[in-house]
């Protein structure tokens, strides 16, 4: 399949307006010697055949697992709105808006989507989006070290493993240290992170609910970190704020978090969004791009990126990261999925995932030998204590077609019995007893 | 009380040991509406052509030096809400900082009025 | 236009959950609550439909409106692609891989990524590819550490990476992120780096240079192997921003100039959306010797034909996405790549530089050309005679607006005054090319006869020109904010 549309009368039209007799003499500066001469890539697919391919190609893979896999990563429902919107090609098919008279629709919907971070989150500033909550994190470390001109930061053992391990590539090869408290009980170790906190502690990273599903209130940390002139970063399942406190509650001075729960797919591991938002007074440390809101010369409302200065088209070495692009479309997916269930449904949703999860919890417990790990509460994700171990029955269930959850001892082998299982609103009662009977049969048939 | 000018377009007026710092007429013309100045903290020391602070402008930023060395004793916070003084009047309302001048001998390395008014001609030719 | 949230009205409902079905649990105590609900709009599915379909329209995109904007590529994007990469046989949990046996339920996805890491190797001329950088710049970030991981594991001090003045702004700004002092180098007269400027500034502090070819003037390095030979002598090593892939497909390799780490942008040289301004990919391709660092887990194939991933890396910077990358982009470009084969991808070359000369050729004599030779896939204006009437690059840009054409890029590279950079991108036909070529004559007549139409451009959009100044200065971007 082709898609250049020129005929061969237009080619030769072409050339000789030029002044070249061929194509290839317009490779002319291409030294001869370095000219790919085999180049070993596949004869043309038609379009009707690659549509087969892909079909045949993804028959491969299961898909119809029954999920309580979370882990950050989660399986929500999608309102059919959410596709049909982000499937317009005005948004889909145009680039950056630097040309804001070209793009005020990417524009004001960057604006409404930084206002509904805002919103949920309670912080006053947010961006147009980073790649993932990950990336996010590290971006926020490495703005805490620019605002404190301090080079130190502590970071809660119960944080995602994943934002864990980004967070060391990001900065090992730098002049930070980070300094990692275990986590006690599968919640924050506070004694120990008051402890630690000192003039050079630029920031502590902190995450709710927690990796292990649990529920905290940071109100203390944030108030231990501010006194000796740090900041509090926490990062967020950003669907758990229908319900709990949020960030600006607590008083952090930067949120941050993956938004793939936001109307987004699992599509194996991306494309996902991460958003950030800070208090207001760090604004001009934030990184990537922000849409603000201005006048046209004729006083209509109109919406602009702003304060480019910060980045790196501008300010080249000296930017405050070098992030160009956004995730864009998938953070108007976030934005639609908000919009869409509104104030009401972002409050139900929510509960609903707490509710079931609860619901999941009882039934579970009814198996022989198995218990709860998490002290304090969950939300949706939760801690068990097999009578077994975790691995093999995982493997078990997922012969019987059932994504039981993680077992903890992909990243601490010392947790053999423990598994994370996660339950969204999409879980049925039917389902989660499917679960729980299954579960027991694969623990003790 | 004497002014003097560095080639990246600073000023400096002297006054005893003290200088106050600001960007020419001419740099404020070259950046275009400038819309945030980051000023630096009273009891920075500076060393000659370090960067004393930064300033924005809608698709430009760039640094501000330390025409001589010295201690920032005071700075303009009136630019913290209405930076664009400086673009009204670049080499007085618009000041930015006032240093403690470390040694007033640094100060040769510097034009006078006359010799950046030549060195702008030269520019612009 | 109306924000959604003042189209919000009290106990209005969109998209509704099923009712719980299980019986209540327990609830939480209040501490850990929120105390007021998000401001989100209460609106209708109808009222969000018709509020952002009503606001895509706003914008000019490739589907709708020509689209030149120089280092972008902004090519057509097959449907096609979109399609596959909506197949719901490839929307999996990440983590089941990951999980004991899982790997067997994942050999649809794995081989994806697997297979179109090959094709990438065959293109660029490098030895191992890893998907997971999320966008361009993160893949020049992630290259830029695996150059540091290589120094380090040799024993090497470095300290600066080199750049030529004509670089992307996301050059600098990665090699800086991962610890790097920049060094630039000039351009000479000719468009290409000065090489003797650079031989000057090489020596044995110097981790990396990090260029583009063609640069992002569109003009082939000639001297490349000599800047690479002499840079390994130093054991500086060769970093290729793949930007510019599109102009050399199928005619060199990277791989064979000599560089030794390259990224990708997908989103440009394969195919895959813009989304107006990501999500793009960022596939970072190696030489052998820098195999060892490449981040985990990469994608590996057993010999009995499966797929599995490879976490045995002891070497490896680590994890620098939370999964394989932006899957759901990567298959759209592995799509694209196998709907064109090898005679089309050399084919999209072949006329994207076709299209590029022809309108370099065409408007040459009524702008100014800095740099006057064969160009590859875009060229580079200046508007600098158009001053004279007042009229800038950006006065043009606007006019162009009006006439219904995405203006080029603007003001880059930086190294041109008053630049105009064209990319026409192979996907157009010559009457849309000479549409625009009458376009831009007709602006530059328009600068000497009647300026007013480009200096108060655009009339026909949705907006005339917004005060930037004022949004820099009285910063509003929450609705909700109130100082």
Known sequence: MKYTPHTETEIKEMLADIGVSSVSELFKDIPESLRTRFFDIP???????????????????????????????????IPSAVDALSSRAEFYTAYTPYQPEAAQGTLQSLYEYQTAVCAITGMDAANASLYDGGTGVAEAVLMSFRLTNRNKVIIDGSLNPIYKKILHTYLDNLDFTIIEIPHQNYGTNREKIASLIDDDTASIVVQNPNFFGT??????????????????????????????????????????????????????????????????????????????????????????????????????????????????????RGLFYLSLIGKKGFQVVASQNYQKAHFTLTELLKIKGVSLKNKNPFFNEFVLELPKNASETVEKMLSKGIAAGIPLSLYTPEDKNALLVSVTEKRTKEEIMKLAETMGEVLWN | MQTFYTKDHEWIKVENKTGTIGISTFAAEQLGDITYVELPSIGKTLKMKEVLCGIESVKAASDIYAPVSGKVIEVNENLENTPEVINQSAEGEGWIAKIEIASLDELKNLMNPDQYKKYLEDLNS | MELIYEKSRNGRTGVDFPLLDTPLQETLSEKYLRKEKASLPEVSELDVVRHYTVLSKLNFSVDTHYYPLGSCTMKYNPKATEKVAGLESFNIHPMIPQLPSGENFTQGALEVLYKSEKLLEEITGMDSMCSQPMAGAHGELVGIMLVAAYHKAKGNKKKTVIVPDSSHGTNPASAAMAGYEIITIPSLPNGEMDFDLFKEALNNEVAAVMMT????????????KEIADLAHSFDTLMYYDGANLNAIMGKVRPGDLGFDVVHINVHKTFGTPHGGGGPGAGPVGVKKKLIPYLPVPLIGKHTDGTFFLDYNHPESIGKTAPFYGQFGVLIKAYAYILLLGKEGLIDATEKAVLNANYLMKKLKAHYDLPYDRTCMHECVFSAKNQLQHKVHALDIAKYLIDQGIHPPTVYFPLIVKEAIMIEPTETESKETLDWFIDIMIGAAEKAKTNPEVLLNAPFTAPISRPNETKAAREINVNYFFKK
């Open chain 1, 215 to 332: 529920i905290d209130d940071f109100q203390d940390i944030a108030d231990m970190i501010h006194e000796k002139g740090g900041l509090l970063i926490q990062t967020v399942y950003p669907l758990s704020l229908g319900m709990l406190k949020t960030p600006g509650e607590t008083g952090a001075d930067i949120t941050v978090g993956d938004g793939q729960s936001l109307g987004n797919p699992l599509s194996f591991g991306g494309p996902y969004f991460g958003f950030i938002a800070v208090k207001i007074k760090h604004i001009r440390q934030l990184p990537g791009r922000i849409v603000g809101e201005t006048e046209d010369k004729n006083g209509k409302r109109a919406f602009v990126l702003t304060l480019q200065a910060r980045e790196q088209h501008i300010k080249r070495h000296k930017a405050t990261s070098n992030i160009c692009s956004n995730q864009n479309l998938i953070a108007l």
């Open chain 1, 43 to 77: 004869k043309p697919f038609s379009e009707y055949e690659i549509i087969e391919h892909f079909q045949k190609i993804g028959k491969k893979n299961k898909t119809d697992l029954l999920l309580f896999t979370g882990g950050g990563y989660y399986d929500h429902y």
């Open chain 3, 213 to 224: 070819c063609p640069n992002t003037l569109g003009i082939f390095e000639t001297r490349i």
